[in-house]
T-cell receptor, first 113, second 123 residues
Framework: DIVMTQSPDSLAVSLGETATINCKSS????????????LAWYQQKPGQPPQLLIY???TRESGVPDRFSGSGSGTDFTLTISGLQAEDVAVYYC?????????FGQGTKLEIK | QITLKESGPTLVKPTQTLTLTCTLS??????????VGWIRQPPGKALEWLAL???????RYSPSLQSRLTITKDTSKNQVVLTMTNMDPVDTATYYC???????????????WGKGTTVAVTS
């Protein structure tokens, strides 16, 4: 199984500042035949289901604000939230869909400082 | 508009079998490429991927739970059913179903999720 490890487990960032969340996979999730990284990011607010933010490691889902961006390749990935807003308070998960089981990271809780 | 709705018992006893239904709207599991997955989340914990079924009846399971899980589809009712045997209190969780798809032979992310259904396992 591919293990997904996020860091940090939690972070507090001031409004308007930048939040950075890291995700590391235990093996490469870059598929050589199409040069795509099989990595998605989800946002989960309290009492709500997860919502897709980013797929293919860096493609923003339709309707997601452009302050959310994804980067990285191979085994190391980053979710960056620029100009943090109060509504961004949530738990963020990365997930690999390269091979089953499509494991998630343990989650990163983002709060306002 | 794609929506999914989970349904099932809120309470099950240890050793019983859990049956959950995901009712699909806005899309059909008879459409080429379409898939539906199940994911669960124990209270205060992380998401756990469970199983997946595609339009062509290709099925995938979490190896750690494979012996207890069965995923099926009823195209006529536009539903996906997940059964989990031998339930234990550690299986207490919110269970989600989600839409996914396969394109050009490549699997994809889960783009639309249901609101989830909460199941407690207790005697």
């Amino acid at each position: 199984d591919i293990v997904m490890t996020q860091s940090p487990d939690s972070l507090a960032v001031s409004l308007g500042e930048t939040a950075t969340i890291n995700c590391k996979s235990s093996q490469s999730i870059l598929y050589s035949s199409n040069n795509e990284n099989y990595l998605a990011w989800y946002q989960q607010k309290p009492g709500q289901p997860p919502q897709l933010l980013i797929y293919w490691a860096s493609t923003r889902e339709s309707g997601v604000p452009d302050r959310f961006s994804g980067s990285g390749s191979g085994t190391d990935f980053t979710l960056t939230i620029s100009g943090l807003q109060a509504e961004d308070v949530a738990v963020y998960y990365c997930q690999q869909y390269y091979t089953t089981p499509y494991n998630f990271g343990q989650g990163t809780k983002l709060e306002i400082k | 508009q794609i929506t999914l709705k989970e349904s099932g018992p809120t309470l099950v006893k240890p050793t019983q079998t859990l049956t959950l239904t995901c009712t699909l709207s806005g899309f059909s599991l008879s459409t080429s490429g379409v898939g539906v997955g199940w994911i669960r989340q124990p209270p205060g914990k992380a998401l756990e991927w469970l199983a997946l079924i595609y339009w062509d009846n290709d099925k995938r399971y979490s190896p750690s739970l494979q012996s207890r899980l069965t995923i099926t589809k009823d195209t006529s009712k536009n539903q996906v059913v997940l059964t989990m045997t031998n339930m234990d209190p550690v299986d207490t969780a919110t269970y989600y179903c989600a839409h996914t798809f396969r394109s050009g032979g490549s699997v994809n992310y889960m783009d639309v999720w249901g609101k989830g259904t909460t199941v407690a396992v207790t005697s």
